[in-house]
């Protein structure tokens, strides 16, 4: 519940308070007293001004019996239907904050026959009452963030309730065009990157030479690191690359002007963060990407340039790991991946292509056909495995209605050895061959059914297989876009 009240601090801006939602059934006692969680000024102070929020003191004492911060991580290789789930679970948590990645990604959300695509925004930011935040592990294109917002804007949608953290890098005009670039060079071992420049941005963040969001409010310092991460740049796309230079005053001017927009959602997003925890808010942690896109457990080096995985999560959003409640995998009843890399299950055929058509699989960011496979199980194992998933997902169940008969891949057969998990060799992941179940189709459609049980006998044993495959209970299964194709087994919250 959002209570707006007005304050008395300097800038006598509106303050708005969340209370503490209501607990239902789980054995929380309500907070009672509202924690401040969002303003749209520069100060963040709650009631009683005494710099600490008040019903700290109280959250602390139930802290061990109140943890509520849930982590959603895509399990395969993205799009996954992550942003349908943050949506529909928007409306039972207090705050959703996305940790990692960039404008790479593409997360759509179905609401009463409207479809919404979020790149950098929360997938929560449809639910009015839920604070929304981009983490300090995200890299934001402030244009690409603010022509997000503009259209939002455009469609009666508040986005009063969006924070981003100072942190978060960004990225700048030259990552793209350094994306697009390094893509070319690779030639034949080009990865397939999204071209948004966001791996250029990480690589700037780890060479210490990245610009972030905070920086944009001090634009002596971003003159004079401009000029010298430029020259760097410059001399790059010039010798290595044969490209024009970009101009300094350029970015400079068009980067203040954003921070003009920007200014009254940066954020030190910390002291916000650390008091929704202590007070037991519901906190949802939006993954982007999915675990086999992760820099260090994916297939590399066809992965993305952060850590879409629940290790990420803690990272990108400074919720320490002893905090985290549970976490969720969505996955889809198929596999699909955009871009270049191995793919074990992966269906070069006529039933790829079809359900390549049904299931609509073509990029939301950059339109690229996906992809198209089986559902591999080792995969899923292996992101339940590596990211304590407690709870799956299961979308696009409705995509599989017509197919007669369908596989699981089980493992990996590579010279006379079997894998029951992705190798780190992805050489022999490519060569591999996949271990594959077989099991019969429903052929009927699912799209109406609005009870798990009303599902084919045929689909529930499908389901059901992937789950004990996967090593985690189905609990929600979609069977299409909206929010209402979403049969719920178990409630994930
Ligand atoms: P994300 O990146 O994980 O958020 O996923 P994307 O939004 O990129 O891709 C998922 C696509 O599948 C979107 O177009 C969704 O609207 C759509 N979708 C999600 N769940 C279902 C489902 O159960 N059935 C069907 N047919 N489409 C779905
Ligand atoms: P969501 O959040 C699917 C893929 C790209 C490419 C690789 C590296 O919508 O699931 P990058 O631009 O990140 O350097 O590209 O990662 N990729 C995604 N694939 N869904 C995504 O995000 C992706 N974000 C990046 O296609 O193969
Ligand atoms: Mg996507």
New binding site residues.
């Given amino acids: 519940m959002v209570v707006p009240v007005r304050v008395g601090y300097a800038k006598q801006r509106q303050v708005r308070l969340l209370r503490a939602a209501e607990l239902a059934g789980d054995g929380r006692v309500d907070s009672g007293p509202a924690v401040v969680m969002v303003d749209r000024g520069v100060e963040l102070r709650p009631l009683g001004g005494s710099g600490r929020p008040a019903s700290l003191g109280r959250a602390s004492a139930r802290l061990a019996a109140a943890m509520s911060v849930t982590i959603l991580v ?1 399990g395969q ?4 239907g ?2 349908k789930v943050i949506d529909l679970l928007a409306d039972r948590v207090d705050m959703v904050v996305r940790s990692q ?2 404008n ?4 759509t959300v179905v609401a009463q026959g409207k479809e919404y695509k979020f790149h950098l925004i929360p997938s929560g930011i449809l639910n009015p009452s839920t604070v929304c935040v981009i983490g300090h592990g995200v890299v934001v294109d402030p244009k690409v963030f603010l022509a997000e917002v503009d259209n939002l804007h455009a469609q009666g949608i508040s986005t009063a309730n969006l924070l981003i953290s100072e942190r978060a890098h960004m990225v700048m005009p030259y990552h793209p065009e350094l ?1 697009r670039l390094g893509e070319v060079q690779r030639g034949d071992d080009r ?6 420049g ?2 250029p941005a990480y690589e700037d963040k780890v060479r210490r030479i990245g610009f972030r969001i905070g920086d944009l409010q001090k634009p002596v310092f971003m003159e004079k690191k401009l000029r010298f991460v430029l020259r760097l740049k410059n001399e790059a796309l010039t010798k290595l690359y044969d490209a024009p230079p970009f101009d300094e005053k350029a970015i400079l001017d068009e980067y203040l002007g954003y921070a003009e927009r920007l200014h009254g959602m940066i954020r030190d997003i910390h002291p916000l963060i650390r008091d929704a925890v202590a007070s037991g808010d519901r906190i949802l942690l939006e ?4 675990v086999m ?1 992760d820099i260090d457990l994916g297939t590399y080096p ?5 850590a ?1 995985t629940a290790g990420g999560a803690c990272t990108g959003s400074g919720i320490p790991p002893s905090r985290i409640d549970k976490t969720v995998g969505v996955f889809k009843a198929y596999t ?6 191995p793919f074990p299950s992966e269906l070069t055929d006529s039933l790829g292509e079809w359900i390549r058509e049904v299931g609509a699989e073509f ?4 339109g ?1 056909a ?1 992809r198209v496979g089986w559902f591999d199980a080792a995969v899923a194992r292996y992101a339940v495995d590596t990211n304590g998933i407690d709870s799956m997902v299961l979308t696009k169940v409705d995509v599989l209605d017509e197919v007669p008969t369908l596989r699981i891949c089980t493992g990996y057969e590579w010279r006379g050895e079997y894998w029951d998990h992705p190798m780190a060799n992805i050489s022999h992941l490519k060569h591999c061959e996949p271990v594959y179940e077989e099991m019969p189709g429903w052929m009927a459609p699912t799209r109406d059914c609005r009870e798990y049980d009303q599902l084919p006998a045929a689909c529930r044993g499908y389901i059901e297989r992937v789950a004990e495959l996967s090593g985690a209970e189905v609990d929600v299964v979609s069977v299409g876009p909206d929010r209402e194709h979403t049969l719920v087994r178990r409630q994930l919250l």
């Fill in positions: 895509g290789w993205g799009d996954e992550k942003g990645g960039g790479n990604a593409g997360h994306d990865l397939g990157t999204t071209a948004r966001v791996g993954g982007a990407q999915g896109l066809y992965v993305t340039s952060s879409p699909t991946r955009v871009g270049y890399g990029g939301t960011t950059t690229r996906r």
